[in-house]
C-alpha cells in the first residue's frame, strides 16, 4: 500500500510539474518588436486569369510553379503530374506524367545504392533492378507498381528553360530484403515542353538528396537531409546536413549548409528533415530555412533579415517542452500555440534585378485570416530597401507564389471554391 501510495504521489507531482512547466508556452504571445516604416514595394493589379480544368486535369495541389514570360508559358506542378498552360488565356497545353516506367531511368544509369553498414540492407553494394529484371529477382511486377508511385516535386525557370526534380523509386535487393530507394532525378524540358534529358543523382549516406529545392549554375543545388552528424560551418560544430552540391553530371561533391543550433534545440531529426530554398542572386547561391531568419551562403550566414514584426527564439526554446506536454495528453499539437511560438515563417523567395525578395509569413491574431504576408527588399550583401504587406481572403486563398522576371511580375496562385486562379500584380 505505501509503495502504490508513494507511486500515485510521484506520478501527481510529475503531471504537475509538467503542467507548470507547459502553461507559459501554452499561454506564450510572442512580443511584438518596433518595426520601421520603410518605402514600399510598388505593385499594381495587372489582371487574373483562370487555370483551366478538365475532367482529366483537375488540380488538386499546387506544389511547385515557374512562368518563362518568353515564350508565354506556365508550368505547375500537380501531384505526381506536370502541366502546361498558356500565361495569358490559362489555357491548358499539356500534361507530363511521372509514370512507372520512369524507375528504369534509375536502373539503366549505373547508379548504386549507397553503403551504410548501420543498416543490414545496405551493407554490400548491389545494383538497381530494371523493371525487365523483375520476375528473376522475385519482385511481382503488379506489387511493385502499388509501391513505385513517382511524382514530380519542383520545377524552376533558369534561363528560359524549365527544369523539375521528380522523385523516382527504384527496387535493389541488400543483404537480407527486398528495398526501394527514392532517388532525386533531375528533367530538362526543350522549348517544346518534353523531356530532353535527365540526370539521376547519385546518393551519398551523409546526405540522401529530396528534391524539395534545388538551383543550377555550374553546379547543382539541392536540398540533401542527413541521417548523421558531420562537421558543420567550418567545423564550429557538429549537426547534420540540409543541402548539397552535384557536379552536373549529378556526382556528388560535399555538404553545403547543416541545421543551424537553432534547429538543433528544436529536435535535430526528430523535428523531420529541414528544407531549404536556393535563390541566386547576383551570382551567388542563398540559402533560406522556414523559421531561421537569416540569409545563408555555402557554410556561414549571409545576413539576418530586419524589420520583422516577431522573433522565433522562444519557439526554438520551447518547442521540444511543447511536444512532450502534447504526449503526455495523447493530443496533437495545436495549430495556435505554434503559430505563436513560430510567428515568422519564410515559405518562398525569388531575385530580380540582383535583388532578393524572401517571401514571409506572418501569424497575427489582429488579421482576418490571422495572418498576413510579407515581402521584403534586399541588395545582395543584406540591406533592407522596401517591403510591402499583403492580405489573404477567406474565400479566395493564395495557395502558391511564382515571379515572372520577363514581366516583373508577381504571381499569386489562388483556390476558390470553384476554380483556381494566378492573379498578376506588376513589380516596381
Given at each position: 500500500?505505501?509503495?502504490?501510495?508513494?507511486?500515485?504521489?510521484?506520478?501527481?507531482?510529475?503531471?504537475?510539474?509538467?503542467?507548470?512547466?507547459?502553461?507559459?508556452?501554452?499561454?506564450?504571445?510572442?512580443?511584438?518588436?518596433?518595426?520601421?516604416?520603410?518605402?514600399?514595394?510598388?505593385?499594381?493589379?495587372?489582371?487574373?486569369?483562370?487555370?483551366?480544368?478538365?475532367?482529366?486535369?483537375?488540380?488538386?495541389?499546387?506544389?511547385?510553379?515557374?512562368?518563362?514570360?518568353?515564350?508565354?508559358?506556365?508550368?505547375?506542378?500537380?501531384?505526381?503530374?506536370?502541366?502546361?498552360?498558356?500565361?495569358?488565356?490559362?489555357?491548358?497545353?499539356?500534361?507530363?506524367?511521372?509514370?512507372?516506367?520512369?524507375?528504369?531511368?534509375?536502373?539503366?544509369?549505373?547508379r548504386k545504392p549507397y553503403?551504410?553498414?548501420?543498416?543490414?540492407?545496405?551493407?554490400?553494394?548491389?545494383?538497381?533492378?530494371?523493371?525487365?529484371?523483375?520476375?528473376?529477382?522475385?519482385?511481382?511486377?503488379?506489387?511493385?507498381?502499388?509501391?513505385?508511385?513517382?511524382?514530380?516535386?519542383?520545377?524552376?525557370?533558369?534561363?528560359?528553360?524549365?527544369?523539375?526534380?521528380?522523385?523516382?523509386?527504384?527496387?535493389?535487393?541488400?543483404?537480407?530484403?527486398?528495398?526501394?530507394?527514392?532517388?532525386?532525378?533531375?528533367?530538362?524540358?526543350?522549348?517544346?515542353?518534353?523531356?530532353?534529358?535527365?540526370?539521376?543523382?547519385?546518393?551519398?549516406?551523409?546526405?540522401?538528396?529530396?528534391?524539395?529545392?534545388?538551383?543550377?549554375?555550374?553546379?547543382?543545388?539541392?536540398?540533401?537531409?542527413?541521417?548523421?552528424?558531420?562537421?558543420?560551418?567550418?567545423?564550429?560544430?557538429?549537426?547534420?546536413?540540409?543541402?548539397?552540391?552535384?557536379?552536373?553530371?549529378?556526382?556528388?561533391?560535399?555538404?553545403?549548409?547543416?541545421?543551424?543550433?537553432?534547429?538543433?534545440?528544436?529536435?535535430?531529426?526528430?523535428?523531420?528533415?529541414?528544407?531549404?530554398?536556393?535563390?541566386?542572386?547576383?551570382?551567388?547561391?542563398?540559402?533560406?530555412?522556414?523559421?531561421?531568419?537569416?540569409?545563408?551562403?555555402?557554410?556561414?550566414?549571409?545576413?539576418?533579415?530586419?524589420?520583422?514584426?516577431?522573433?522565433?527564439?522562444?519557439?526554438?526554446?520551447?518547442?521540444?517542452?511543447?511536444?512532450?506536454?502534447?504526449?503526455?495528453?495523447?493530443?496533437?499539437?495545436?495549430?495556435?500555440?505554434?503559430?505563436?511560438?513560430?510567428?515568422?515563417?519564410?515559405?518562398?523567395?525569388?531575385?530580380?534585378?540582383?535583388?532578393?525578395?524572401?517571401?514571409?509569413l506572418v501569424w497575427d491574431?489582429?488579421?482576418?485570416?490571422?495572418?498576413?504576408?510579407?515581402?521584403?527588399?534586399?541588395?545582395?550583401?543584406?540591406?533592407?530597401?522596401?517591403?510591402?504587406?499583403?492580405?489573404?481572403?477567406?474565400?479566395?486563398?493564395?495557395?502558391?507564389?511564382?515571379?515572372?522576371?520577363?514581366?516583373?511580375?508577381?504571381?499569386?496562385?489562388?483556390?476558390?471554391?470553384?476554380?483556381?486562379?494566378?492573379?498578376?500584380?506588376?513589380?516596381?
Amino acid at each position: 500500500m505505501k509503495i502504490i501510495l508513494i507511486t500515485f504521489v510521484t506520478l501527481t507531482l510529475i503531471s504537475s510539474n509538467c503542467t507548470m512547466k507547459t502553461q507559459h508556452i501554452l499561454e506564450y504571445k510572442p512580443e511584438k518588436l518596433q518595426t520601421q516604416n520603410l518605402n514600399k514595394i510598388n505593385i499594381e493589379p495587372k489582371g487574373i486569369i483562370e487555370i483551366e480544368e478538365d475532367e482529366n486535369n483537375i488540380i488538386q495541389q499546387i506544389t511547385s510553379v515557374a512562368i518563362i514570360g518568353e515564350s508565354n508559358t506556365l508550368a505547375l506542378i500537380n501531384g505526381k503530374d506536370l502541366l502546361f498552360y498558356d500565361n495569358t488565356t490559362g489555357k491548358f497545353i499539356k500534361k507530363i506524367e511521372a509514370t512507372f516506367e520512369m524507375t528504369d531511368l534509375v536502373a539503366k544509369s549505373g547508379r548504386k545504392p549507397y553503403i551504410d553498414s548501420n543498416y543490414e540492407r545496405r551493407k554490400v553494394e548491389v545494383p538497381y533492378i530494371s523493371t525487365t529484371n523483375y520476375t528473376q529477382n522475385g519482385i511481382d511486377g503488379e506489387i511493385a507498381q502499388q509501391f513505385i508511385k513517382n511524382f514530380f516535386m519542383s520545377l524552376k525557370n533558369i534561363n528560359n528553360t524549365f527544369y523539375s526534380f521528380g522523385t523516382i523509386y527504384c527496387y535493389y535487393i541488400g543483404s537480407s530484403e527486398k528495398s526501394i530507394d527514392n532517388i532525386p532525378v533531375l528533367f530538362v524540358l526543350n522549348d517544346e515542353l518534353n523531356i530532353e534529358s535527365y540526370v539521376v543523382m547519385d546518393l551519398n549516406k551523409n546526405s540522401h538528396a529530396i528534391a524539395y529545392d534545388f538551383y543550377i549554375n555550374n553546379y547543382i543545388y539541392l536540398s540533401a537531409p542527413g541521417m548523421y552528424k558531420v562537421p558543420a560551418f567550418g567545423g564550429e560544430f557538429d549537426s547534420y546536413p540540409t543541402a548539397a552540391k552535384y557536379d552536373l553530371e549529378g556526382n556528388f561533391i560535399k555538404s553545403v549548409s547543416h541545421m543551424t543550433n537553432n534547429y538543433l534545440l528544436k529536435g535535430g531529426l526528430k523535428n523531420g528533415w529541414v528544407y531549404p530554398r536556393f535563390i541566386e542572386v547576383n551570382n551567388h547561391i542563398m540559402i533560406v530555412y522556414p523559421e531561421e531568419l537569416a540569409v545563408f551562403g555555402e557554410n556561414k550566414k549571409l545576413f539576418d533579415l530586419q524589420n520583422l514584426p516577431f522573433k522565433n527564439d522562444s519557439g526554438f526554446v520551447y518547442y521540444q517542452d511543447y511536444l512532450r506536454y502534447c504526449r503526455s495528453k495523447e493530443m496533437r499539437p495545436d495549430i495556435d500555440v505554434i503559430a505563436r511560438l513560430f510567428p515568422i515563417k519564410i515559405i518562398d523567395a525569388f531575385e530580380n534585378e540582383n535583388k532578393f525578395y524572401p517571401i514571409i509569413l506572418v501569424w497575427d491574431k489582429n488579421k482576418p485570416m490571422g495572418f498576413y504576408y510579407l515581402i521584403q527588399e534586399y541588395t545582395s550583401d543584406g540591406k533592407l530597401l522596401r517591403e510591402v504587406a499583403l492580405d489573404d481572403e477567406p474565400e479566395n486563398q493564395i495557395r502558391q507564389f511564382a515571379f515572372n522576371k520577363y514581366d516583373k511580375e508577381l504571381v499569386l496562385f489562388k483556390k476558390s471554391k470553384t476554380s483556381w486562379t494566378a492573379e498578376k500584380w506588376s513589380l516596381r
